[in-house]
């Protein structure tokens, strides 16, 4: 029994299972094949001082259905934690530190073999029965117990790891809803409050400004598709017509030159003279490619949006082991401490500076590095310096 017990424990730590789960199933052996009537395996709260009582079995799986929590100051269980050794009790009564848990007539005997791993109580592994214990129980579940050591220390790892994962999804399609849907959304709204002006004016740019309206809104609903697509684990729509791909996929299917062309003629317009420059520039391995659109879709939407520009100049090419872009303006510029520089500067997400700290974590995701310079009337340049590949990959 002890032998298949090890076995079954194995087998147990290594199937890759949540820590409810692998704790429950852990107690479900213990009960099965060593018999044991009532089993516990409660983990410690080190914050709250309590052991939390959610994996039990035997006759206390039938009766306890909830979760209980017990001070570490107090019971068998609790001196198991503090003293870091078995307590073996056969004779319950005579123990003051007995807790008899509530719903059950409680046992003769009960053994609690801490679960440690170097030096740290992680849980413990609990057992009672209205048979005494001898050296052989404590022997039995003190391996196991080092086993379970083992596998809470792992499930915790990995509940981090995938914790870690999350947040880090959750971060980039912020950024990915930021950069695309949000600004064009925003370019639509921009669109959408000069048409009547442009309309009484003259009716020929009134329709100019419709359509360049139309097309900002097919653009902004087929990147929102693009990251539903995503967010369901979808490919790309192959069906969808060029005039309304996502940016990215016709960052995939033109090149990131024609994408560029494509989206800084439709949000720029008649209002701004446009300059594009990719004399020189090789194609790049996609994730680059991203990068160095999402960064100049940010830079032309800060233009549109704050710089009261002229015109504006786009340049993309390589200089030796670099690719770079530059986005530059004759706009109004901003004082180096403004709001948005600072965000920029220190990384920290404040109110409207989230734009230009998803540049600069998109340039250094790429090993790259981002430089913004600004003067009150003299515009804004940034400039994305990435590593560079000479081949398509």
């Not at 890759?16 to 410690?44: F, M």
């Not at 003769?108 to 849980?123: D, M, S």
Request: aromatic content about 4%; charged content about 25%.
């Amino acid at each position: 029994g002890r032998l298949a017990l090890i076995a079954r424990v194995g087998q147990i730590i290594t199937a890759g299972l949540a820590l409810d789960e692998l704790l429950q199933r852990a107690a479900d052996a213990v009960h099965e094949l060593l018999g044991y009537p009532s089993v516990d395996i409660p983990l410690v709260d080190a914050a709250a001082r309590e052991l939390v009582v959610r994996a039990r079995g035997g006759l206390y799986k039938q009766l306890i259905r909830h979760e209980d929590r017990l001070p570490i100051e107090r019971g068998v269980m609790g001196a198991a934690v503090l003293e870091r050794r078995p307590q073996l009790v056969n004779d319950v009564a005579a123990d003051p530190r007995y807790v008899r848990p509530p719903g059950t007539r409680g046992a003769r005997a009960e053994l609690a073999v801490p679960i440690l791993l170097g030096g740290l109580a992680l849980g413990v592994l609990n057992v009672e029965s209205d048979e005494p214990f001898g050296p052989e129980d404590v022997q039995s579940l003190q391996i196991v117990a080092d086993h379970l050591a083992v596998a809470i220390r792992n499930a915790r790892l990995f509940e981090r790891a995938q914790a870690a994962a999350t947040l880090e999804e959750r971060q980039r399609l912020a950024r990915d809803l930021h950069d695309s849907v949000t600004q064009l959304l925003f370019g639509v709204t921009l669109l959408a409050e000069s048409v009547p002006a442009a309309w009484r004016q003259d009716p020929a740019a009134g329709e100019r400004q419709l359509e360049r309206l139309m097309g900002l809104s097919r653009t902004a609903l087929a990147e929102m598709r693009a990251l539903l697509a995503e967010l369901r684990g979808e490919g790309p729509d192959e069906g969808q017509e060029t005039a309304s791909l996502a940016g990215l996929s016709r960052v995939r299917r033109e090149g990131l030159p024609g994408a560029l062309r494509h989206y800084a003629s439709e949000l720029v317009g008649d209002g701004l003279a446009l300059d594009l420059d990719f004399a020189g520039y090789c194609p790049q391995p996609f994730d680059r490619e991203e990068a160095l659109y999402r960064i100049a879709q940010e830079a032309l939407n800060n233009v549109v949006k704050h710089a009261r520009a002229r015109a504006v100049r786009v340049v993309l090419g390589l200089d030796g082991e670099s690719v770079h872009l530059t986005v530059t303006d004759d706009g109004q510029g901003f004082e180096p401490g403004d709001l948005l520089l600072r965000a920029a500067a220190d990384g920290v997400g404040r109110e409207g500076g989230l734009g230009f700290v998803s540049m600069r974590e998109r340039a250094e995701a790429q090993h790259g590095r981002l430089r913004i310079a600004a003067r009150p009337g003299g515009g804004t340049s940034v400039e994305v310096t990435l590593p560079a590949s000479r081949s398509d990959t």
